[in-house]
T-cell receptor, first 111, second 114 residues
Framework: DQQVKQNSPSLSVQEGRISILNCDYT??????FLWYKKYPAEGPTFLISISSIKDKNEDGRFTVFLNKSAKHLSLHIVPSQPGDSAVYFC??????????FGDGTTLTVKP | NAGVTQTPKFQVLKTGQSMTLQCAQD?????MYWYRQDPGMGLRLIYY???????DKGEVPNGYNVSRLNKREFSLRLESAAPSQTSVYFC?????????????FGSGTRLTVV
């Protein structure tokens, strides 16, 4: 049973608009949630994270929201830029241990 | 600042051959991980080492073995390669107790088993 799910395989947005990437999880023991960005032929790079004691974390154009009751988190990118085009992975871990990843969402930002 | 270095970057094996994927990190991290990524899928944990001297199975360990050679190096061995092991393999490292800071990944090894 997949514990971390990203139900949208792809998302296309116009440059300057908001990108919203979603992620759902099933394991209530998860207490750290992270987003990674991956370009082709490269390894994933850490983007932003949030702990379960918070409901929002912001870093520049990137904001992650956590809704614990719904077991749902989202990544907002505002404004979106063509360089943001990549695969975004949601990941979750319990007590800073090993992470479980979603299948990824491919974001395309059109100029 | 090399970070996490994986070798080789590409490899083609015949079914039944063996090989070792090498991974080294220079960030003095305690924990190291091996993940595989298949097309259209996320990263699945093969094995991990929470600290030097320890290794544990992840989600998909069958057909693999690992060695934590020292704090810097964590290798992944395929004893008898199978076509189902065709994948991109990523090594990662992290510090203990840094759940908010994520992993540092290598650039991957693209393995094809024919």
């Amino acid at each position: 049973d997949q514990q971390v799910k990203q139900n949208s395989p792809s998302l296309s947005v116009q440059e300057g608009r908001i990108s919203i990437l979603n992620c759902d999880y099933t394991n209530s023991m998860f207490d750290y949630f992270l987003w990674y960005k991956k370009y082709p032929a490269e390894g994933p790079t850490f983007l932003i994270s949030i702990s379960s004691i918070k409901d929002k974390n912001e870093d520049g154009r990137f904001t992650v929201f956590l809704n614990k009751s719904a077991k749902h988190l989202s990544l907002h990118i505002v404004p979106s830029q063509p360089g943001d085009s990549a695969v975004y992975f949601c990941a979750a871990s319990a007590q800073a241990g090993k992470s479980t990843f979603g299948d990824g969402t491919t974001l395309t930002v059109k100029p | 600042n090399a970070g996490v270095t994986q070798t080789p970057k590409f490899q083609v094996l015949k079914t039944g051959q063996s090989m070792t994927l090498q991974c080294a990190q220079d960030m003095n991290h305690n924990s190291m991980y091996w993940y595989r990524q298949d097309p259209g899928m996320g990263l699945r944990l093969i094995y991990y080492s929470a600290s030097e001297g320890t290794t544990d199975k992840g989600e998909v360990p069958n057909g693999y073995n690992v060695s934590r050679l020292n704090k810097r190096e964590f290798s992944l061995r395929l004893e008898s390669a199978a076509p189902s092991q065709t994948s991109v393999y990523f090594c990662a490292s992290s510090d203990l107790g840094t759940g908010l800071y994520g992993y540092t990944f290598g650039s991957g090894t693209r393995l094809t088993v024919v």
